[in-house]
């Protein structure tokens, strides 16, 4: 069965890097690696100390030198965009807070630049309910379009989430429901990553122990304002 489709190597635990062309059947992944992408593809042997430093540098002071955030804050939002990529084989999936005290922090167009990082598609962004059979429905049809991420945008300020199908679509393989409009069960895959944007927004319940935060910094009424030393973030 094939669960998903990868456009990105994925690093194993020891690791090497699983690239197959085609369908990698004993993890049910089809990989349609670009060649492009497969010329640059660096060896085992050159990732050194000295190389992870340099590339921890380029993101960290490059890539996101717009984003107002501590570094260990950016390291989370770099595991982010990992952990879309490694998706697949994670067995338990954290959920992502991007979070800050006010509007125009640069809580949405971070999401954007690490989900494009990642695939390469601007994503789309899903209301949240407060319904929660709303949500359930929603959930469901994610899940079977085959989404690598689902981004909660817009959350009302300072609400707390707690939602009994997401929780168990963070530590479960596959996610089953009623199809809606029918009489039928469905089982999908449920490696999908949520993403979770708002002021002063945090989980609960049993979310919170399987969420990880990313809080932007306001140093001013309108952050929005501020200098940047991208003329574009997502260029």
């Not at 690598?148 to 393989?173: F, K, M, V």
Request: aromatic content about 8%; overall charge positive.
């Amino acid at each position: 069965t094939a669960v998903t489709v990868a456009t990105l190597p994925i690093v194993l635990a020891d690791g090497a890097l699983l690239a197959p062309d085609g369908l990698d059947r004993s993890r049910g992944i089809i990989f349609e690696i670009q060649k492009e992408v497969r010329a640059i593809l660096p060896r085992r042997e050159e990732c050194t100390d000295k190389t992870v430093q340099a590339a921890m540098r380029f993101l960290c002071d490059e890539w996101l030198c717009d984003v107002k955030a501590d570094y260990a804050d950016k390291c989370t939002a770099i595991a982010a965009a990992l952990t879309i990529i490694e998706r697949s084989l994670l067995p338990d999936r954290p959920a992502f807070f991007v979070t800050a005290g006010r509007r125009g922090c640069g809580k949405t167009t971070l999401i954007i630049m690490l989900i494009m990082a990642a695939t390469g598609i601007r994503p789309a962004a899903s209301a949240w309910s407060s319904n929660e059979e709303e949500r359930r429905k929603a959930l469901l049809s994610q899940f079977i379009w085959g989404v690598g991420y689902i981004l909660w945008d817009n959350i009302a300020r300072g609400t707390q989430i707690s939602c009994p199908h997401i929780e168990r679509s963070c530590t479960s393989a596959y996610y089953s429901d009623r199809k809606l409009g029918v009489s039928e069960m469905v089982a999908t895959a449920a490696s999908a990553i949520h993403f979770f944007s708002g002021n002063n927004i945090g989980p609960r319940g049993d979310l919170a122990s399987r969420s990880l935060y990313i809080r932007l910094a306001v140093d001013r009424p309108d952050p929005e304002n501020r200098k940047f030393k991208h003329p574009h973030p997502l260029s």
